[in-house]
């Protein structure tokens, strides 16, 4: 087991890891475990993940939109030859 400090730890929060990999290297039993100690760091990484999704919004609004492709409409002409439209 490789033992962590505790800026390390909060480091670990901070840079993404997942808590499982966090769990395993703390020796703690589960991840529900490592979230209760953790909980207090958890507050700034809600703000990262909300401001990180607002982002990827807001990337996606501005993305030029792809014209729609579907089947191509082919009208009968009254003497039964088709036209495109």
């Known amino acids: 087991m490789i033992r962590l400090t505790p800026s390390a730890r909060a480091s670990s929060f901070r840079s993404g890891a997942h808590v ?3 769990a395993d290297r ?6 529900v475990v490592t979230m209760r ?5 958890l507050p700034s ?3 990262r993940l909300a401001a990180g999704l ?3 919004h807001r990337e996606s609004l501005a993305a030029p939109v792809r014209p729609k492709r579907g089947p191509e409409v082919v009208e009968l002409t009254s003497t039964g030859r088709e036209q495109r439209a």
């Open 54 to 56: 607002d982002r990827a």
């Open 26 to 31: 703390l020796g703690h039993s589960s991840p």
């Open 20 to 22: 499982k990999e966090i």
């Open 37 to 41: 100690v953790y909980a207090h760091i």
């Open 45 to 47: 990484l809600e703000e």
